[in-house]
Nanobody
Framework: VQLQASGGGLVQPGGSLRLSCVAT????????MNWYRQAPGKQRELVGT???????NYVDSVKGRFTISRHDGKKTVYLQMTSLKPEDTAVYYC???????????WGQGTQVTVSS
């Protein structure tokens, strides 16, 4: 499975961005998909997950502001980010653990910078 993330950029506080992650290979519709982020000097953290049957979970810091969705026909997972804050600045990565133990697939990351 290969993952390609896009959609990052520079946005002012309070603004919005939508990230996309397109998968090639694999059987996308059976995968749980994750969005992670890593801010400078900090550990990578899980932002949220959407399971293969549409169950969604978020880290507390983004609840009510970020929305994860997926389009299985397009093999794409989205991260809609609103009310962005400077502390949301990070490189955002999409990820899936696949179906088998030990699998761990990552996209290349897309930079999100929230600054005035």
């Amino acid at each position: 499975v290969q993952l390609q993330a896009s959609g990052g950029g520079l946005v002012q506080p309070g603004g919005s961005l939508r990230l996309s992650c397109v998968a090639t290979g694999g059987i996308f519709h059976v995968y749980d998909m994750n969005w992670y982020r890593q801010a400078p000097g900090k550990q990578r953290e899980l932002v949220g997950t959407i399971t293969s049957n549409g169950i969604i979970n978020y880290v507390d810091s983004v609840k009510g502001r970020f929305t994860i969705s997926r389009h299985d026909g397009k093999k794409t997972v989205y991260l809609q980010m609103t009310s962005l804050k400077p502390e949301d600045t990070a490189v955002y990565y999409c990820n899936t653990k696949g179906l088998n133990v030990g699998q761990d697939f990552w996209g290349q990351g897309t930079q999100v910078t929230v600054s005035s």
